[in-house]
């Protein structure tokens, strides 16, 4: 299968910091890229859904202020997570569709992030 | 609206003792369904995608099957390294290729 790169795999920052989280497609060019969020026992949810070369679209009730997403070529996705906040902390995970035409998605490996 | 649910939540077994994993789900046109493996700390690795009802995928102990209401996913003779989180998700033809996720069933397999 495809091979999504996730950077960094932990990362504990300080209250009111910002915090950048890589997500890279090893092996093929991505035209779409998707970050999701995952509290613990609980499934994912998504946050937002990032296009090669164009702006992401946040789902509802997520800060696009806050959760700056930039998806600059087809193997780069990024996330940072501005003056971030204790409430923050969480795993986040990218994906990533291989082409057009393939429907499913595969998973980089998450970012336990920690806000303290 | 769009939903998965997965059942039961969690589910303990003996290393050997078959069992199914369900997943319920409602869309309105369904471009394809998924299921995927998470280890604690870890993101989903992918298993299958389903498209039509009547359709079935087979990997080692793992099969997965597809009607147009629910899907089920049979472990045979399960061992303990299958012990992990199964998703299953859906995506529906509207909304640009967004997944849609069940909570997960959690399979504990003891040997």
């Known amino acids: 299968g495809a091979v999504v790169s996730q950077h960094p795999s932990r990362v504990i920052c300080k209250s009111g910091t910002s915090v950048k989280i890589e997500c890279r497609s090893l092996?093929?060019?991505?035209?779409?890229m998707f970050w999701y969020r995952q509290f613990p026992k609980q499934s994912l949810m998504l946050m937002a859904t990032?296009?090669?070369?164009?702006?992401?679209?946040?789902e509802q009730g997520v800060e696009k202020d806050k959760f700056l997403i930039n998806h600059a070529s087809l193997t780069l996705s990024t996330l940072t997570v501005t003056s971030a906040h204790p409430e923050d902390s969480s795993f986040y995970i990218c994906?990533?569709?291989?082409?057009?035409?393939?429907?499913?998605?595969?998973f980089g490996q998450g970012t336990r992030l920690t806000v303290v | 609206e769009d939903q998965v649910t997965q059942s039961p939540e969690a589910l303990r077994l003996q290393e050997g003792e078959s069992s199914s994993l369900n997943c319920s789900y409602t869309?309105?046109?369904?471009?394809?369904l998924f299921w995927y493996r998470q280890d604690p700390g870890k993101g989903p690795e992918f298993l299958f995608t389903l498209y039509s009802a009547g359709e079935e995928k087979e990997k080692e102990r793992l099969k997965a099957t597809l009607t147009k209401k629910e899907s089920f996913l049979h472990i045979t003779a399960p061992k303990p390294e299958d012990s992990a989180t199964y998703l299953c998700?859906?995506?529906?033809?509207?909304?640009?290729?967004?997944?849609?996720f069940g909570a997960g069933t959690r399979l504990f397999v003891k040997a």
């Open positions: 869309v309105s046109g369904l471009r394809g």
């Open positions: 994906s990533a569709r291989v082409s057009t035409e393939n429907t499913e998605a595969f």
């Open positions: 998700a859906v995506q529906p033809y509207t909304g640009g290729f967004k997944t849609i």
């Open positions: 990032s296009n090669e070369g164009s702006k992401a679209t946040y």
């Open positions: 092996d093929f060019q991505a035209t779409t």
